[in-house]
């Protein structure tokens, strides 16, 4: 079984090299950029358009600032250069743009919009950036590892608990589905990294949506999966041979679900992974050995995170791994919840309500946005609404039962 699991592990190692030899060959024209000078410009237009916004040309203006955003921000690489710097000041500024856009198609006073923009405005001339021409080689591995890590462990962390709970359930011949949904999710990124960057105009909007509605789907997924798995850790009180009927169990449409989790964890963040090594690539002018080697040390300890994983399951007694399990893929889902609000607000699809008293706590998916954190809290409180309900029947059951005698 180690053996096997360890089989695996080399297997995705490898999987991943070959994807990251095709990102650095997936058409690209950008060259190294001078992060500074295009923030001078960025801010230039913002100011511009501040200063001659007018409330009844609400669309024309929130056009300029989506303008602003996709084609300035994210089309010009700002937003790869802070994130690697600082992630949350990225994040503030993706949020602090999606506020100004949703204010100006709402047609607020020129003085909010103009309060927006001082404010975002800000984060901006504040805004950390890396300058990775003259950075030196571990520099920028550092850089190449934090964007596989800072992507891949949420991923890692719902395919390596789908994969223990296979093995563990007595479903081992099942696990090589989960390899092929993230295979799949592998190569529908690399379809869709090059299909954002050569197909799709707006591309900066499309990604946006494109990831926002794939982690909705995901934070679905995991909930249900996550209910399927804690509904079953009380068969052990009744059933002793609880393996043959969870293997039994994973079949048919469960099988197709725990392999749509596995797929869509990695591939809401497959295609952003790719541009941002792209982006990386093209800033070092071809210095690739560094970006390889940071790339290769993220993967190893991604797959250390994984064995551990592996590790843990195999000791854990039945019932307290499928609660342990189903605990962390819907603290998984609740995370997927509010980043996936996040993305469909920059992307338009959403509105933004603003809510400054709240924290940016992007490791927890949790946004200052009443949007997010109203989803956010609607996932928590199925949960508990389920188990009350639960508990509810079960009275009912043993009242009538009382009765009937």
Same mark, same amino acid.
């Given at each position: 079984?180690? =053996? =096997?699991?360890?089989? @695996?592990?080399?297997?995705?190692?490898?999987?991943?090299?070959?994807?990251?030899?095709?990102?650095?060959?997936?058409?690209?024209?950008?060259?190294?950029? *001078?992060?500074?000078?295009?923030?001078?410009?960025?801010?230039?237009?913002?100011?511009?358009?501040?200063?001659?916004?007018?409330?009844?040309?609400?669309?024309?203006?929130?056009?300029? %600032?989506?303008?602003?955003?996709?084609?300035?921000? !994210?089309?010009?690489?700002?937003?790869?250069?802070?994130?690697?710097?600082?992630?949350?000041?990225?994040?503030?500024?993706?949020?602090?743009?999606?506020?100004?856009?949703?204010?100006?198609?709402?047609?607020?006073?020129?003085?909010?919009?103009?309060?927006?923009?001082?404010?975002?405005?800000?984060?901006?001339?504040?805004?950390?950036?890396?300058? *990775?021409?003259?950075?030196? %080689?571990?520099?920028?591995?550092?850089?190449?590892?934090?964007?596989?890590?800072?992507?891949?462990?949420?991923?890692?962390?719902?395919?390596?608990?789908?994969?223990?709970?296979?093995?563990?359930?007595?479903?081992?011949?099942?696990?090589?589905?989960?390899?092929?949904?993230?295979?799949?999710?592998?190569?529908?990124?690399?379809?869709?990294?090059?299909?954002?960057? =050569?197909?799709?105009?707006?591309?900066?909007?499309?990604? !946006?949506?494109?990831?926002?509605?794939?982690?909705?789907?995901?934070?679905?997924?995991?909930?249900?999966?996550?209910?399927?798995?804690?509904?079953?850790?009380?068969?052990?009180?009744?059933?002793? %041979?609880?393996?043959?009927?969870?293997?039994?169990?994973?079949?048919?449409?469960?099988?197709?679900?725990?392999?749509?989790?596995?797929?869509?964890?990695?591939? @809401?963040?497959?295609? !952003?992974?790719?541009?941002?090594?792209?982006?990386?690539?093209?800033?070092?002018?071809?210095?690739?050995?560094?970006?390889?080697?940071?790339?290769?040390?993220?993967?190893?300890?991604?797959?250390?995170?994984?064995?551990?994983?592996?590790?843990?399951?195999?000791?854990?007694?039945?019932?307290?791994?499928?609660?342990?399990?189903?605990?962390?893929?819907?603290?998984?889902?609740?995370?997927?919840?509010?980043?996936?609000?996040?993305?469909?607000?920059?992307?338009?699809?959403?509105?933004?309500?603003?809510?400054?008293?709240?924290?940016?706590?992007?490791?927890?998916?949790?946004?200052?946005?009443?949007?997010?954190?109203?989803?956010?809290?609607?996932?928590?409180?199925?949960?508990?609404?389920?188990?009350?309900?639960?508990?509810?029947? *079960?009275?009912?059951?043993?009242?009538?039962?009382?009765?009937?005698?």
């Amino acid at each position: 079984m180690i =053996s =096997s699991a360890y089989q @695996r592990c080399f297997n995705k190692l490898f999987l991943s090299v070959i994807t990251l030899l095709v990102v650095t060959y997936i058409p690209n024209s950008a060259a190294a950029t *001078n992060y500074p000078q295009v923030m001078a410009a960025l801010i230039d237009l913002g100011d511009e358009a501040s200063r001659d916004y007018e409330v009844d040309q609400s669309l024309l203006f929130g056009d300029r %600032f989506s303008k602003l955003y996709f084609g300035g921000f !994210e089309g010009k690489g700002l937003e790869f250069a802070v994130g690697q710097a600082d992630q949350q000041a990225m994040l503030e500024i993706e949020l602090g743009f999606s506020v100004l856009i949703n204010a100006a198609v709402n047609s607020e006073p020129k003085v909010t919009i103009q309060h927006h923009w001082e404010t975002l405005k800000e984060k901006l001339i504040d805004a950390p950036m890396i300058e *990775n021409q003259d950075a030196g %080689f571990w520099n920028i591995a550092v850089q190449s590892l934090l964007i596989l890590l800072r992507e891949g462990v949420e991923a890692l962390l719902v395919v390596a608990a789908l994969v223990a709970y296979l093995r563990k359930a007595g479903a081992s011949d099942k696990v090589p589905f989960i390899w092929a949904g993230v295979v799949a999710a592998l190569m529908a990124s690399v379809v869709t990294a090059w299909a954002l960057q =050569s197909l799709i105009a707006n591309s900066g909007a499309a990604k !946006e949506a494109l990831e926002g509605g794939t982690m909705l789907v995901a934070a679905v997924l995991l909930s249900y999966v996550s209910f399927w798995l804690f509904s079953r850790r009380e068969l052990q009180q009744w059933q002793g %041979f609880i393996h043959n009927k969870l293997g039994t169990a994973v079949s048919g449409g469960s099988l197709l679900t725990i392999v749509s989790v596995a797929f869509f964890a990695v591939y @809401r963040e497959g295609a !952003e992974t790719i541009l941002f090594y792209q982006a990386l690539v093209a800033d070092v002018e071809g210095n690739i050995e560094p970006v390889m080697t940071g790339f290769a040390l993220a993967t190893g300890l991604l797959v250390g995170v994984y064995l551990l994983i592996f590790q843990l399951s195999v000791h854990l007694p039945l019932k307290q791994f499928f609660t342990g399990t189903a605990c962390l893929l819907y603290i998984l889902a609740v995370i997927f919840a509010g980043k996936s609000v996040l993305e469909l607000q920059i992307s338009g699809w959403l509105s933004s309500t603003y809510v400054d008293w709240l924290p940016t706590l992007n490791w927890l998916g949790i946004f200052p946005t009443f949007e997010s954190t109203l989803l956010q809290l609607l996932f928590i409180f199925i949960p508990f609404a389920a188990y009350w309900i639960y508990k509810t029947k *079960n009275q009912v059951s043993k009242f009538e039962g009382v009765e009937s005698l």
